[in-house]
């Protein structure tokens, strides 16, 4: 552990049918760092987490959306699988919360299926960006500059492709919430 992210908290957003490596990689590798991470859902208890078709593991939830104040964060991961995401998509409280981030400029890392929300909450537009190949339509109508890459940094938006690309997700959304974290704290101070 570095301390790189001390002090920083960081959500993640995540329902049933989530991409249980997508959400539990990143949350390693930020606590590794120093960052406090809460899973934040419209679920209370626990969430089901998937390996691709099969069910895996069931995942805690810390905070639930009814009671979850996006203010509180510093920086937000969206995982994939299809069925979280589009879930997610049909939650107004759920969309609120991403949306939150995207209009204050907060560090946003997604993968896979993850950008699927962030089309709802608007934050997608002018965006170069990757994620899962199936949604590089729904990115596109959306106004994304959808690319076919490992990882992609467009300012203080992280985004890849699937589970093979945890490492560098992983990597480069460090760098981003590290510096993204700080300049807002700064700008504040």
Known sequence: MTGRLAGRKIAILATDGVE?????????????????????SNKSGHIQGFRHYDKGDEIKVDAQLDSADAGDYDALVLPGGVINPDALRLEPKAIQFVRYFVEQGLPIAAICHGPWTLIDAQGVAGRRMTSWPSLKTDLGNAGAHWVDEQVVVDANLVTSRRPDDLP??????????????????????
């Open 168 to 189: 560098a997700f992983d990597a480069k959304m460090i760098e981003v919430f590290e510096g993204r974290a700080n300049s807002v704290r700064s700008a504040a101070r």
């Open 20 to 40: 249980q490596v997508e959400l539990t990689d990143p949350q390693e590798a930020l606590r590794r760092e120093g960052a406090a991470v809460e899973v934040v």
